[in-house]
């Protein structure tokens, strides 16, 4: 009895920001366009004009501010409730084209093909584009392949080749060995520039070399996942889909301030809005944290005195309500606070994460690890948030004016999200 063949398919949302940008204004299309990073720090996202330009990821706001300047770049904060929404529609639409699909990241997605007998891959692939395009405006480009890796590379094609018209199907191609000849061997899915100068030591400089070398050697350089690569660069699946991935280990969210705080008052009304993202986090995957972690230090490029400071505290129930949470972060905020210090970021660590249902309730709680009233109020405010916008309601501890909040001096609106930035139209 034969076996179907697997068939994978990597959708990219090209220049993800910068796209979601282009969406609501269309001006920027042709334009060299770039979106900074949480208190307007870095490049994160870069059009394919910037990038033309010399515009290099992840680079210093500050040190090409006059490249910028002088070649009229459009220069955008990150906006990140509107990029999070756009990603959801993208993904929305993919899964209309199969049964089987993992989000990877907020702009890519698997697709699972091997069923499709009889389909022009091709051409479906050029039909999920414009699909996705028509929807969301969102451009994206598709690698099919046998593997995971291939479809990777594949994916990497389609957004550098104009020929490729945004799709490469690598399955069964004759151009296949020519295609990974062309790929630097740091620029494979899972390689790095860590492992890079090793193998490139050994003679290994593309894709293809690292196809053909030797199985025993790059076990003992690189152990199983090392392996698993050359095996699917050869084209043998390693990496299967995981529709639903396994819920994270821990949850940690934290800032930068957009100024130094110096106020114990400012720096809980930090933490509590923190603790809020995460507590709405963990409640999303269905766990239970039992330790929380707060931390504060001040800038450590900064010539200001220095202080750092973190707290483990081991809850008494494991737990996702947010009020506990908020009473323990804040008064874990008070125990390692100390006067006179410029606070540069803060942040909150949830770890030691429980399934719900496999956490033991206490002896003297009836109602289990999260009272049932108190279970139902996160879920309503939960519900709330997430359709009329985060934030739209939160507790008193996390503020109103909130002077810490990080730089976002070039946002541009969060037209999906919120109703009183909803998009203009003049007639």
């Given at each position: ?9 990597l ?5 993800f ?31 394919n ?21 002088e ?9 990140f ?6 990603s ?80 490469v199907?690598l ?19 899972g ?33 199983l996942?090392?392996l ?40 809980k ?15 999303g995957?269905?766990?239970?944290a ?68 496999q ?14 009233r ?23 501890a ?20 919120r ?9």
């Amino acid at each position: 009895m034969s076996t179907m063949a697997y068939v994978v398919s990597l959708v990219d949302c090209n220049n993800f920001y910068v796209s979601c940008e282009r969406v609501f204004d269309p001006k920027l299309e042709g334009r060299s366009v770039v979106v900074l990073s949480n208190n307007d720090g870095v490049i994160i996202s870069r059009s394919n004009e910037a990038k033309a330009l010399g515009i290099g990821m992840a680079v210093p706001f500050f040190k090409i501010r006059r490249l910028i300047e002088e070649n009229d770049v459009q220069v955008f904060s990150a906006n990140f409730p509107l990029y999070g929404d756009m990603s959801q529609r993208v993904m929305s639409t993919l899964s209309q084209f199969t049964p089987d699909m993992e989000i990877y990241s907020i702009d890519e997605a698997f697709l699972d093909f091997s069923g499709f007998k009889g389909v022009d891959l091709t051409a479906y692939g050029r039909k999920i584009r414009g699909t996705v395009k028509q929807w969301t405006g969102i451009p994206v480009s598709i690698g099919i392949a046998g593997t995971k890796t291939l479809a990777k590379i594949g994916n990497e094609i389609a957004k550098r080749s104009p020929k490729a018209e945004g799709v490469v199907n690598l399955v069964k191609s004759e151009h296949l060995d020519q295609a990974l000849a062309r790929v630097e061997v740091e620029e494979v899915w899972g390689i790095g520039r860590r492992s890079a100068p090793r193998l490139r030591d050994k003679g290994i400089e593309t894709a293809l070399d690292l196809r053909e070398a030797e199985e025993a050697w790059i076990k003992k350089k690189f152990g199983l996942p090392g392996l698993r690569t050359v095996l699917e660069l050869r084209g043998t699946p390693c990496l299967t889909l995981e529709s639903s991935p396994p819920p994270k280990q821990g949850i940690t969210t934290s800032r930068s301030f957009g100024a130094p705080v110096e106020s114990l008052d400012d720096l809980k009304e930090a933490v509590a809005d923190y603790v809020s993202r995460a507590a709405e986090k963990l409640r999303g995957q269905g766990s239970l944290a039992r330790i929380l972690t707060v931390f504060l230090m001040t800038n450590p490029f900064g010539k200001d005195s220095q202080y750092h400071n973190a707290i483990p505290i081991e809850l008494p129930i494991p737990t996702d309500s947010t009020p506990e949470l908020l009473h323990q972060a804040l008064a874990g905020t008070e125990r390692i606070f100390r006067k006179g210090y410029r606070y540069h970021k803060a942040g909150v660590i949830l770890s030691g994460l429980l399934p719900r249902g496999q956490v033991q309730a206490d002896l003297w709680e009836k109602e289990g690890p999260v009272p049932e009233r108190r279970r139902k109020l996160m879920q309503a405010l939960d519900r709330v948030n997430a359709r009329m916008g985060a934030g739209t309601v939160a507790f008193a501890a996390e503020g109103i004016h909130k002077v810490w909040r990080m730089k976002s001096e070039r946002r541009s609106k969060r037209y999906t999200t919120r109703w009183d930035e909803l998009v203009e139209v003049t007639v």
